[in-house]
C-alpha cells in the first residue's frame, strides 16, 4: 500500500476557471483513482486510470498520469461553485490509502 | 448501481456505551468491506478489511478489542465501538468491493459520524 501527496492543500478559484490539482506517490502502482468529498459526506469516486493509460477524459475532468514521475493530476474545467470540496487521490498497488487532499472552492 | 448504505447517518452517545454501525451493499455482493476513519480537516484511514465469513484485517494501530468487525454476510458489514470515548469521535465511512473484483474499484458510503459525549 502507499499513500498519495495532493497539492496544493487548497485551491480558490472563480466560477469559470480551471482548477488543476496534482498528486504524487512513491512506488509501482496498477491505477490511480481520483475521488471527491463533500464536506460531512463520504467519497464519490470520479474517475480511475490505470498504470498504461496517460491520459482519461470524464465529462469536465481531465486526468493524466506520468508513471516515469510518479505522477498524476486532475483538471477540472469551467468550474462551479457545485465543485467545491476536497479532492484526493488513491494510487494503488493493492490497498486504497489517501493523501490529505485538496480543498477546492469555487466561488460564483 | 453499485450503492452502499450506512445507518446510522449519525449517532451521539454517552461515554463508555458502544454503539454499531452499519454497512449494507443494496444492489451487489461485497465479498470485501473496508472501514475508514476520518477526523477533521483530515485524509481518510484505513482501519480495517473485512473479507465475508473471515475474520477482519486491522491496520498498525487499531484496536481491534474496541472496534470490533462482522462480515457475517456477502452484502452486510458491521463496525462496533465498545466502551466509546470522546477521542472515538470522528466520521466512520466504509467502502466495498464487488465480488469476484479486486480492489480497483470500491464503492463508498455516506458515512457516519459519531460524537461520544
Known amino acids: 500500500s502507499q499513500q498519495g501527496e495532493e497539492d496544493p492543500q487548497a485551491l480558490s478559484i472563480q466560477e469559470g476557471e480551471n482548477a488543476t490539482m496534482n498528486c504524487s506517490y512513491k512506488?509501482?502502482?496498477?491505477?490511480l483513482q481520483w475521488y471527491r468529498q463533500n464536506s460531512g459526506r463520504g467519497l464519490v469516486h470520479l474517475i480511475l486510470?490505470?498504470?498504461?493509460?496517460r491520459e482519461k477524459h470524464s465529462g469536465r475532468l481531465r486526468v493524466t498520469l506520468d508513471t516515469s514521475k510518479k505522477s498524476s493530476s486532475l483538471l477540472i474545467t469551467a468550474s462551479r461553485a457545485a465543485d467545491t470540496a476536497s479532492y484526493f487521490c488513491?494510487?494503488?498497488?493493492?490497498?486504497?490509502?489517501f493523501g490529505q487532499g485538496t480543498e477546492l472552492s469555487v466561488k460564483p | 448501481g453499485a450503492v452502499v448504505s450506512q445507518h446510522p447517518s449519525w449517532v451521539i452517545c454517552k461515554s463508555g456505551t458502544s454503539v454499531k454501525i452499519e454497512c449494507r451493499s443494496l444492489?451487489?455482493?461485497?465479498?470485501?468491506m473496508f472501514w475508514y476513519r476520518q477526523f477533521p480537516k483530515q485524509s481518510l484511514m484505513l482501519m480495517a478489511t473485512?473479507?465475508?465469513?473471515?475474520?477482519?484485517?486491522?491496520e498498525q494501530g487499531v484496536e481491534k478489542d474496541k472496534f470490533l468487525i462482522n462480515h457475517a454476510s456477502l452484502t452486510l458489514s458491521t463496525l462496533t465501538v465498545t466502551s466509546a470515548h470522546p477521542e472515538d469521535s470522528s466520521f466512520y465511512i466504509c467502502s466495498a468491493s464487488i465480488a469476484g473484483g479486486s480492489y480497483n474499484e470500491q464503492f463508498f458510503g455516506p458515512g457516519t459520524r459519531l460524537t461520544v459525549l
Open positions: 512506488t509501482s502502482i496498477n491505477n
Open positions: 444492489d451487489f455482493q461485497a465479498t470485501t
Open positions: 473485512s473479507n465475508e465469513g473471515s475474520k477482519a484485517t486491522y
Open positions: 486510470i490505470r498504470s498504461n493509460e
Open positions: 488513491a494510487p494503488q498497488g493493492g490497498k486504497l490509502i
